[in-house]
């Protein structure tokens, strides 16, 4: 086995070469002036240049992208930040924890609500239980993030004052939040929950347990959910990854510091450095979900642990017939 975890993370490598050198070609195309940004529009042209020039920015792409990938290989040298003046990871590794700690209770919300209701779902088919229960998901998997979080604020912070609507001081602060973030993943959980539940429920191997006299509680559970939990072990992964980027929108709406306030500044002042920082940071924990997501699958599906078993079995044959040879 642990032949599939080292090609997992391997893998890694090339995926953030991939990503560095995409998000560093859009940063450089797009359209702005990081001197301007910074020193403000009453300031005079020389300075502009002066500062743009101390950045690099009038360097050729190619030079600024080789000096920027060849301080991570060596140095792991992310740079400076231009706004700040101070190393990139400054205010990432102070705010950081905020998000991923919002990202993190909101999936725990997403299993906690969508996997038992899928499973509900599937069991009482063609139910009202079932129809309720799919267009409330259809409903709220169509609605935008944000314009549920504001929805939400509009709700029970501005009519009703009933909850906080900025901040993560509290515990009441972090209801709307999570709210916004996980009725719309919880949705998607729910829908590919119940479809997976549907074909196991249906299969041969359950029947078959029914069959033999089994309670029923022990077929969903021990049986059909086992199985059914491979897609859902990839969702749920997939849906956190995409929380610490989604993350960013909900910190806007809802003014709460985390990666996303800095995120979009850097982006508007164009502070490449950063960007590319909380960039890399943020593909670098997809990657590693994603490589969880894997062990997990491996511990759910005995075929992966046999695949590479024989896989590794017929190496050492192999190796073992030439040395005879």
Known sequence: MYRYFLKRILLIIPTMLGVILLVFTIMSITPGNPGRQILGSSAPQSAVDALNHEFGVDRPFFVRLGDYMWGIITRLDFGESW????????????????????????????????VPLGILAAVKQYSVTDFVSTVCAMMLGAVPGFWLGLMLMLLFGVTLGL??????????????????????GASGLLKITRSTMLECIRADYVRTARAKGAEEKSVILNHALRNALLPIVTVCGINFAHMLGGSVVIENVFSIPGIGSILVESITMKDIPQVMAITIM??????????????????????VKAQYQAAGKRTKKIAKGKVAA
């Open 282 to 303: 943020f593909s670098f924990t997809f990657c590693l979900v994603m490589v969880l997501v894997d062990i997990v699958y491996s511990m759910l599906d005995p075929r």
């Open 163 to 184: 909850l906080p609507t900025a901040g993560l001081t509290t515990p009441a602060h972090y209801i709307l939040p999570l709210l916004t973030m996980v009725l719309p």
């Open 83 to 114: 706004r700040t003046r101070q190393s990139v990871f400054v205010e990432i590794t102070a705010r950081f924890p905020t998000t991923l700690k919002l990202s993190m209770m909101a999936i725990i919300g997403e299993v906690l609500v969508g």
